[in-house]
């Protein structure tokens, strides 16, 4: 049997005009015979069929063989059972009796449907707060969110997050507000509605199949970075940086790279939802001669470089105001100098200084840099090296 597959465009919650759709495709030779992500029907001679959902009076795959026997006595045909919420009947019988006449005691089939929606309804009361939450957080409660949307988190994920819980959360509650009615009506002795006037919409599938795209997509993007990213030496690194080298700053004719550290003197290369690229270069050198000015040990200059280019132009401004935030942090309680610098050919440039220790912030289009040097040289003197780094580099 060749079962013909087809978008449900009614809300199984809105009993009545489920029942009414069923028998209006009856009508048409369509007959219902299973309901998952999808409804699917069996393609025939038109017969006018009635429905009737029945709710769950406890967890089952399917009514037991003694209800079955007497309701196929009384002409109905068990068709099957719908997301362990509803069985589904049917009946090809003129005069047919209805599977229920009495509301009160019907109503007692919905209490405990109406008391899971209850408690699905609970658990999105706690999720929704709490990803609005981690969505304020990450965004707005932060100092810096576009660089740790950037560099250290997924902040599209928690965006999804909070969609998918504000659409469950939605049906959920809808939902609930159906039963709630129903239940209600039927405890004051009102006879359950069996058929009404819908309208076919496929909005919830529009929403479904949107974060089921976007799912799908952000997981292929993050498991191709998985094996995007890479670490080396700068030693073994014989391609284009986007950086200056620390011995083009410090030219003194004995400067020697200092390697005695494993994490000195790396490059890194990443990649994200937000940034094309991303890369992280550091470098530490020794003029064993010459001490710091303090006395404090043999002078060891050394410099990071931070790289990115990012997929949105707009958050450029953004990320290099959030490096800035971020680089201050770490000297809150030093006094420092902050020149924002006019006459370059960076679209924005910016230099701090504290102690002997030079930042730069430079954005160019889509690419963003930040250089933290810690030496005696005056790294402005370098920056259209920089520049010409960075405009090239791809």
Not at 37 to 60: I, Q, V
Not at 128 to 154: E, M, R, W
Not at 270 to 278: P, R
Request: net charge negative; hydrophobic share 40%.
């Amino acid at each position: 049997m060749k079962l013909i597959r087809k978008l449900l465009p009614v809300n199984v919650y809105d009993i009545a005009k489920t029942q009414s759709y069923f028998k209006d495709m009856s009508t048409m030779g369509y007959f219902i015979k299973k309901i998952g992500s999808f409804a699917y029907f069996e393609k025939g001679e038109p017969e006018e069929r009635t429905y009737r959902l029945e709710p769950l009076m406890k967890k089952e795959g399917r009514p037991s063989e003694e209800k079955l026997e007497y309701y196929e006595a009384c002409g109905w045909k068990y068709v099957c059972t719908i997301a362990s919420a509803f069985h589904l009947y049917e009946t090809s019988k003129e005069d047919f009796e209805e599977l229920h006449t009495d509301p009160v005691t019907q109503s007692y089939a919905f209490q405990r449907l109406n008391q899971k929606m209850k408690s699905a309804f609970m658990i999105s009361l706690l999720l929704i707060p709490i990803t609005i939450f981690q969505l304020l957080h990450y965004f707005l409660l932060s100092d810096t969110p576009v660089l740790n949307a950037v560099k250290y988190g997924s902040g599209t994920y928690t965006l999804l997050m909070v969609l998918v819980t504000l659409v469950m959360g939605r049906e959920i509650f809808e939902n609930r507000k159906k039963l709630r009615v129903l239940l209600k009506n039927l405890q004051t002795g009102r006879e359950m509605v069996q058929e009404e006037h819908y309208q076919l919409t496929y909005t919830p599938y529009v929403f479904h199949t949107m974060i089921v795209v976007l799912s799908i997509l952000f997981i292929i993007m993050n498991v191709s970075i998985l094996f995007t990213g890479w670490e080396k030496k700068l030693t073994a690194y014989g391609e284009d940086m986007p950086a200056i080298r620390l011995s083009d700053i410090e030219d003194h004719h004995n400067f020697e790279i200092d390697d005695r550290y494993r994490r000195s003197n790396l490059i890194s290369y990443d990649a994200g939802e937000l940034a094309a690229s991303v890369y992280e270069i550091s470098e530490s050198g020794i003029i064993k001669e010459k001490m710091w000015k303090d006395q404090s040990g043999v002078y060891s200059p050394d410099i990071k470089t931070e790289f990115y280019k990012l997929r949105l132009s707009f958050l450029g401004e953004r990320l290099l105001k959030d490096l800035i935030i971020y680089a201050l942090d770490f000297h809150r309680y030093e006094s420092f100098t902050f020149e924002e610098l006019l006459e370059t050919r960076f679209d924005q440039a910016v230099t701090i200084r504290v102690k002997e220790t030079q930042m730069f912030f430079g954005r160019l289009g889509k690419k963003v840099v930040y250089v933290n040097y810690h030496g005696y040289k005056d790294l402005t003197e370098h920056l259209d090296e920089l520049y010409d780094k960075i405009s090239t580099f791809n």
